[in-house]
């Protein structure tokens, strides 16, 4: 499973470029579906991944998680590490990012379930990540149908080209983004939702602005996220904040961003 190609076009790397995230349908069957929903199932069970409230719960029961997220499932369950690591995904990032090689940051669950959850304020995920450079992008992928109100992806076209701005809190404390962003900036505000039916993903850019509303409806909303590395991205190192995976680092700061959990993905084998 989640093998083989998933075409990817000249008009859909020049839309990605031009308004920095783009939509694919279909990516998945239902048998991978499955097999990824039974995976977030057990590691929401057995707790055995990284997992927190990014909301801002203690996130060691799971009872009230508002926004759960669960890192790396890849390096506990099958399901997840065949679908980063064999090839479908990471191929489609080397074609929108026209690198030669990607390696694979980290993947994470994001899992709002009905009635605790909350909204994802609007953000760029650049400022959270350890690389210097811009570039690194994210595969989202629904595992259940989204819409606006079951928390489906929003983005600001054309963003990314905006620069990177300070981390946003997940919590309610501190600025938002639109606090940050000049008068023309604001004038261009004008986010697209995301709608889309389960096994369908979007990518986005480090740099873009992104949301996702609170799941206001009766069931749950799963989606998992990968997020890749492309060519000519950069250690931060001490001049970006801290990360789960600065212990698995290997490089210093100005080298090729690596690290001892960021697997090379190429022609479809992870080495």
């Not at 694919?24 to 995976?39: G, H, I, K």
């Not at 990607?102 to 609007?122: C, F, M, N, R, T």
């Not at 602005?209 to 997020?227: D, E, G, K, P």
Request: charged content about 25%.
């Amino acid at each position: 499973m989640f093998g083989g190609e998933y075409p990817v076009s000249a008009k859909d790397v020049a839309f990605y470029e031009e308004n920095g995230y783009v939509r694919f349908d279909n990516v998945l069957n239902e048998d991978e579906l499955q097999a990824l929903r039974a995976a977030l199932a057990s590691a929401k069970s057995n707790r055995d991944v990284h997992a927190r409230d990014l909301a801002g719960g203690d996130g060691a029961t799971g009872a009230d998680d508002k926004i759960l997220q669960m890192l790396n499932l890849w390096e506990r369950y099958d399901a997840p590490r065949e679908y980063v690591l064999n090839g479908r995904i990471g191929r489609m990032a080397k074609a929108l990012t026209k690198s030669p090689t990607i390696h694979l940051y980290h993947d994470q669950a994001l899992v709002k379930e009905p009635g605790p959850s909350a909204p994802s304020p609007w953000h760029q995920d650049q400022p959270y990540w350890p690389s210097k450079e811009a570039g690194m992008l994210s595969c989202w992928m629904a595992l259940d149908d989204v819409t606006i109100e079951r928390g489906c992806m929003q983005f600001i076209p054309g963003s990314h080209k905006w620069g990177e701005f300070p981390p946003i809190s997940f919590v309610g404390e501190g600025k938002e983004l639109k606090e940050h962003m000049s008068a023309q900036q604001l004038a261009l505000w004008n986010p697209v939702a995301v709608e889309m039916p389960a096994g369908s993903c979007t990518f986005h850019h480090g740099l873009t602005f992104h949301y996702t509303n609170a799941n206001t409806t009766s069931h749950v909303r799963r989606a998992l996220v990968a997020i890749f590395i492309p060519e000519g991205i950069t250690y931060g190192a001490d001049e970006k904040m801290d990360n789960p995976f600065a212990d698995s680092i290997t490089s210093r700061k100005g080298e090729p961003l690596r690290g001892t959990r960021f697997p090379e993905i190429a022609a479809g084998v992870a080495t």
